[in-house]
């Protein structure tokens, strides 16, 4: 992103100071004392609240839960203890691409994000290691806590947080095998499940800012048709409507939100002209497949 400074995007993306950023790019050191940014998935803050940016869009195919099962496999946390973010449009999130379809979230981001939730993991041993004074196999590291069992000295992942920082990313940390898997396969309810159920879960339709419009876009109901024209007199009247535009798609209203624009829109008087594709309904094409079929299975 042009222009774009490490700190503006630790503000804009709501990581602010103290937190460790870790990515799936092992390369290189942690630039601070307390903040390491990679490639700026996953954080865990001072207070151990522990922070993903999910580079895809959550459109109910279940992406953040999935996202959050292969962190909390390798941190050995419970899911429901990551905390979600849509992440900012960055460079970082490009291998293998941020862009959401063709069912490859999953696909592509499966070994890089536990490679992610690995490396947090080793560099949290390793500055636990160093704080009990012990040799770091022996560290146990799960459930936000890092162990020392032969003392029995704790400390909290977020007690750690600025020490790992100065840790340097293992480039192939040992991922969990599956016969140990704590969360990969397993049945627990989404974590978007109670903000989606209370109303609470906020949408690309939610969000707010001085001046914001939006815009309904009323569509020829034919395939091939244009528009002939169109009465806007009761639209424009409905409060909240700015304006009312023919564009090459259609007549979009622009109104101050969702509501009045849609409100808007059922309002309009509009002749379309089919075109050549009048008569074309979901029977026509129904009897036009069965009829190649036909032919095809005759030949």
Known sequence: MNGLTRRAFLKTSGLGAGALVLGCHSSGSWSTSDTAVFDAWLAITSDGRILLQVDKVEMGQGTHTAYATLIAEELRVDPHQIEIRSAVVDDAFANPMQMTGGSDSMRGSWEPLRLTGARAREMLRSAGAERFSVAPDGIEVADGVVRDPASGQTLSYGALAAEAARQRAPRSPELTPPDRFR???????????????????????????????????VHCPHALGTLRSFDASAASAQPGVARVIEIPSGIAIVASGYWPARTAARKLVVEWDPGESAGVDTASIRAGLTHALDESIAS
């Open 183 to 217: 969360t990969i396969g397993k049945s627990f309810p989404r974590v978007d499940a109670l903000a989606k159920s209370t109303g609470t879960a906020r949408y690309g339709m939610d969000v707010t800012a001085p001046g914001l419009l939006t815009a309904v876009v």
